[in-house]
């Protein structure tokens, strides 16, 4: 069976400062990565997948294989980046359901 | 375009009871899967329908059910409730056609509280 990881549940950093949310998965096939982030008072909402190797508020992914890791980073973080973020897995295949790790909460501190 | 909703958005039922949840998806989204979000748990997927028919159920009892209707809305049942249920019910929709582009769409949810 698959599963997510996520070793940080809470995560401050200062603003400009780098942010990584680390994120590792565990499935025997060629999984689909995605990062979700809820803010607050709003539902949760798609931040970026893998496959399409594009950034999204400054936000980048990388899937790493080897390490079977999918880190989340930002070089500047910004205040309106505190958030709930979920690093999700889709097996390969026709399966359609996500995988949830257990969320990290970033707070980004003026 | 209008997002997925769901109703009701909040629910007090007592242990015993039965409650039904429904979802109406993205207009075209012929998907609609369910998940559990509890603290202890965090997000659990509980089933996915397509065209009024299950596709993948999570690990969850026979207690909890679904189904999907023609027009793709989706209702969700749960039998017999316990506290362990108390839950954020969340309902998404993606457009099962653009496979490529996959991408789930969620709802505000249902906080269901049994008491």
């Known amino acids: 069976a698959q599963r997510v990881t996520q070793p940080e549940k809470l995560l401050s950093v200062f603003k400009g400062a780098p942010v990584e949310l680390k994120c590792n998965y565990s499935?025997?096939?060629?999984?689909?990565l995605f990062w979700y982030v809820q803010y607050s008072r709003q539902r949760l909402q798609l931040l970026l997948r893998?496959?399409s190797r594009e950034s999204i508020k400054g936000f980048t992914a990388d899937l790493n294989k080897g390490e079977t890791s999918f880190h989340l980073k930002k070089p500047f973080a910004q205040e309106e980046d505190s958030a709930m973020y979920y690093c999700?897995?889709?097996?390969?295949?026709?399966?359609?359901?996500?995988?949830f790790g257990s969320g990290t909460q970033l707070t980004v501190l003026p | 375009k209008a997002g997925v909703t769901q109703t009701p958005r909040y629910l007090i039922k007592t242990r015993g009871q039965q409650v039904t949840l429904s979802c109406s998806p993205i207009?075209?989204?012929?998907?609609v899967s369910w998940y559990q979000q509890t603290p202890g748990q965090g997000l659990q997927f509980l089933f996915e329908y397509f065209s009024e028919t299950q596709r993948n159920k999570g690990n969850f009892p026979g207690r909890f059910s679904g189904r999907q209707f023609s027009n793709s809305r989706s209702e969700m049942n749960v039998s017999t409730l316990e506290l362990g249920d108390s839950a954020l019910y969340l309902c998404a929709s993606a457009n099962y056609l653009r496979d490529s582009a996959y991408e789930q769409y969620f709802g505000p949810g249902t906080r269901l509280t049994v008491t």
């Open positions: 499935y025997s096939g060629s999984p689909e």
């Open positions: 999700a897995l889709r097996r390969s295949g026709s399966a359609r359901q996500l995988t």
């Open positions: 893998h496959i």
């Open positions: 207009s075209g989204h012929r998907s």
